[in-house]
Structures are given as C-alpha cells and as structure tokens.
C-alpha cells in the first residue's frame, strides 16, 4: 500500500508553469495571473474514491476519480477541455493520463521527504511543484 497522499497542501516551489500554461493554450493575460498564485492541493479519499481539489484565490479546480478506472475529465476553469483520463498507481506515484487533443498530457504525484511533488506534463513541457503539509 503507497504511503497516503490524502491532506491539505500549500505549494512552496513551482517551476515552469510558464510553459505547460503556454503547452495548454493558456492565454498571455491569464499566464500571468495564473503564475502569481499560491496553490493549495486537497486530497481527500471518500470511499474508494479519490478527490483532488487545487485551490486557490482566482480559481478553484476539483475533479474526483477512482484508481484504474478511465473517466471523462473536463478541465473547467484550467483550458476548458475534455479528456479521458485513467489514474494508477505506478510504484508510489500516482499517476494519471490524460487522452485528448494534447499529446504527452498528464501528471503525477508522489511523496518525497514529507513533501508532496507534483509533476505536469503536456507536449514537450514539464512543470514541477512542490507543496508542504499544513498542519
Ligand atoms: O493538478 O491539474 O493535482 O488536476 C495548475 C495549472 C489557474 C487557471 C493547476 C488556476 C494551471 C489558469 C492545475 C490555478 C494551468 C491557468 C488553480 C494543476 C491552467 C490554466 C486551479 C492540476 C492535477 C494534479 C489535478
């Protein structure tokens, strides 16, 4: 059983969310907004169902999913899009694909040193971030 993912986040590093913004379409004017914020992730596990919740003062975004089961993901409030999306485990890193008209577009989460990593993928972009507990 991987180590639990489940609490509250706040993001103490981000690096190149400038470009999985620009990998996803996000528009210059939004990019720059989007880059100032603090991001708060909220894992939460209700049943066997994961819910996974990125917080913060602009927009909210909270989607929920079973493990190794594909579900229909609209990015609501991110770049508006639809995509299959399956989540596994993989080792201690949970991670999820997203199928849709992006390529090479997903992400994932693991623990390392108390702290809670998140990697993002989309085209040939990489954004990494990396959250503490709050406590
Ligand atoms: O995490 O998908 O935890 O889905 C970072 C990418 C900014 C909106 C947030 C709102 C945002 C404008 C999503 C930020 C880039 C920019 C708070 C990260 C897109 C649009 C919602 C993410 C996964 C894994 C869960």
């Given at each position: 059983?991987?180590?639990?993912?489940?609490?509250?986040?706040?993001?103490?590093?981000?690096?190149?969310?400038?470009?999985?913004?620009?990998?996803?379409?996000?528009?210059?004017y939004?990019?720059?907004?989007?880059?100032?914020?603090?991001?708060?992730?909220?894992?939460?596990?209700?049943?066997?169902?994961?819910?996974?919740?990125?917080?913060?003062?602009?927009?909210n975004?909270?989607?929920?999913?079973?493990?190794?089961?594909?579900?229909?993901?609209?990015?609501?409030?991110?770049?508006?899009?639809?995509c299959?999306?399956?989540?596994?485990?993989?080792?201690?890193?949970?991670?999820?694909?997203?199928?849709?008209?992006?390529?090479?577009?997903?992400?994932?989460?693991?623990?390392?040193?108390?702290?809670?990593?998140?990697?993002?993928?989309?085209?040939?972009?990489?954004?990494?971030?990396?959250?503490k507990?709050?406590?």
């Amino acid at each position: 059983m991987p180590v639990s993912l489940c609490g509250t986040w706040d993001m103490v590093n981000s690096v190149n969310l400038e470009g999985y913004m620009i990998g996803l379409g996000i528009s210059l004017y939004t990019r720059k907004i989007a880059l100032k914020l603090k991001h708060r992730k909220v894992i939460e596990k209700v049943g066997d169902r994961y819910v996974v919740k990125t917080l913060s003062t602009f927009r909210n975004y909270t989607f929920s999913f079973r493990v190794n089961e594909e579900f229909e993901e609209f990015t609501k409030g991110l770049d508006d899009r639809h995509c299959k999306s399956l989540v596994t485990w993989e080792g201690n890193k949970l991670v999820c694909i997203q199928t849709g008209e992006k390529k090479n577009r997903g992400w994932a989460h693991w623990m390392e040193d108390d702290k809670l990593h998140l990697e993002l993928y989309c085209e040939d972009q990489v954004c990494k971030q990396v959250f503490k507990r709050v406590v």
